[in-house]
C-alpha cells in the first residue's frame, strides 16, 4: 500500500475538517497547530492519530493518553552543539520504531512556553522528511490539562510504523549555511534571530565557538508568538509583531535561526500556518560561528529590540 493510500482518507478528511475553524485567514497557509477540543474530538473520532510527546528526557506524568515521548536530540548530525538534522535514512528509522506512520496522522506536543519549542522541532524533522500530516498542539501539554483531556501515567511504548524511502522529502523548509549566506544581499527575505537578547548581542550560554549574529538578522524572540499561557497569539498580533522587523506579504522567505534549529523550528511552524514563505537554519548558530569565513556582528539598531528578554 502506498503511504498515501485509502487509510488515511476518513482521518484526514476528519482532521481537515475539524481544522477548519482555526485555518488562518491567508489562503496560502496550511493548517500546523490545532486546539485540545479538536484533538479530543479528533482521537475520539479515529484509532488512526499518532500523538507524540516532544518533550523527551524532561517528559514528566502525565502524558496526553496514547502518547510516545520522542526526543529530536536522538537523530542530529552529531552530539555535541550540532543542530543538524541526521541524514534522511537514520532520521526516518528512528521514528518509524518511534510508530510515526506517514498512513496516519500525526500530532505533537511540547510544553509550550516552559519548553524549547521541541514540537515545532520535531514537526519539522517530519514535514522534511516527507510526512503529509503533522500537527502541533497548541498549547501543549498544559492546555491539555487545563481542557481536563484524557491522560495517562505512563507514556505508551514504541511500536513499529511505516515510512519507506520511496516517500519524497521536503526541503522548502530547510536551509544551511550556504543558503542563508546567499540571503544576505537579498533585500526581499528577512533572516530572523529567534533567541533571546543576550544571545544575539553576544552571549554564548550553549558554548558557541563565537558570540554575536548574523550580519542583517532581525532579533525577535520566538516567545513573542506565544500569550503567557503558552497559547499562540491570534494571527493579527503575529502579523502586526512580524511587521515591526520587517515581514510583509512581500517578503519572499523568512530564513530562521536559533542556536540548535529548535526555537526556529517552532518559529518556522508558526508562519507556515500563517502562510509565510519560511525555512528553518537547523545548524543555527552552533554551525555559523564555528565555520571563520562567514561573518558575525554583534551590533544593530537599538529600535529593532523587541521587548522581550525571551
Known amino acids: 500500500m502506498s503511504y498515501d493510500g485509502p487509510v488515511q482518507s476518513m482521518s484526514c478528511a476528519l482532521l481537515i475538517l475539524t481544522l477548519s475553524s482555526i485555518l488562518p485567514l491567508n489562503s496560502e497557509a496550511r493548517p500546523v497547530f490545532i486546539s485540545s477540543p479538536q484533538l479530543d474530538q ?28 520522542t526526543s529530536w ?17 537514520k532520521a526516518r528509522a528512528y521514528y518509524s520504531l518511534q510508530g510515526v506512520d506517514v498512513r496516519h496522522p500525526i500530532v505533537v506536543y511540547g510544553a509550550a512556553h516552559q ?12 514535514t522534511i522528511l516527507g510526512h503529509p500530516k503533522v500537527y502541533i498542539l497548541d498549547g501543549g501539554i498544559n492546555a491539555w490539562l487545563r481542557y481536563g483531556g484524557k ?6 511504548p514504541p511500536r513499529v510504523g511505516y515510512f519507506p524511502e520511496s516517500v519524497p ?12 549566506l546567499s540571503l544576505l544581499q537579498n533585500k526581499k527575505s528577512i533572516i530572523l534571530d529567534v533567541r533571546t537578547y543576550k544571545e544575539y548581542h553576544g552571549a554564548t550560554p550553549y558554548l558557541s565557538p563565537r558570540g554575536g549574529h548574523i550580519p542583517g538578522a532581525k532579533h525577535f524572540p520566538w516567545k513573542h508568538l506565544l500569550t503567557s499561557n503558552g497559547l499562540l497569539r491570534s494571527e493579527q498580533q503575529i502579523t502586526q509583531l512580524m511587521r515591526h522587523v520587517g515581514i510583509t506579504p512581500q517578503t ?3 530564513a530562521a535561526y536559533c542556536t540548535g534549529g529548535v526555537r ?12 509565510i514563505q519560511a525555512a528553518n537554519y537547523d545548524g543555527s548558530w552552533w554551525d555559523w560561528s564555528s565555520q571563520d569565513y562567514l561573518p558575525i ?14
Open 42 to 69: 479528533f482521537l475520539r473520532s479515529s484509532k488512526e492519530v499518532r500523538v507524540i510527546d516532544a518533550r523527551g528526557t524532561t517528559a514528566d506524568a502525565p502524558y496526553v493518553v496514547g502518547a510516545i515521548v
Open 73 to 89: 536530540k536522538e537523530i542530529r548530525a552529531g552530539w555535541l552543539r550540532d543542530g543538524r538534522l541526521a541524514p534522511t535514512h
Open 115 to 126: 519548553g524549547w519549542g521541541e514540537e515545532g522541532r520535531v514537526w519539522w524533522d517530519l
Open 252 to 254: 519572499s522567505l523568512v
Open 297 to 310: 556582528s554583534t551590533t544593530h539598531p537599538p529600535l529593532e529590540k523587541v521587548n522581550s528578554e525571551n
Open 169 to 180: 522529502p521536503s526541503t522548502s523548509l530547510r536551509l544551511n549555511a550556504q543558503n542563508v
Open 151 to 156: 491522560t495517562s501515567k505512563t507514556a505508551a
Open 264 to 275: 526556529s523550528a517552532f518559529t518556522i511552524a508558526v508562519l507556515t500556518h500563517l502562510g
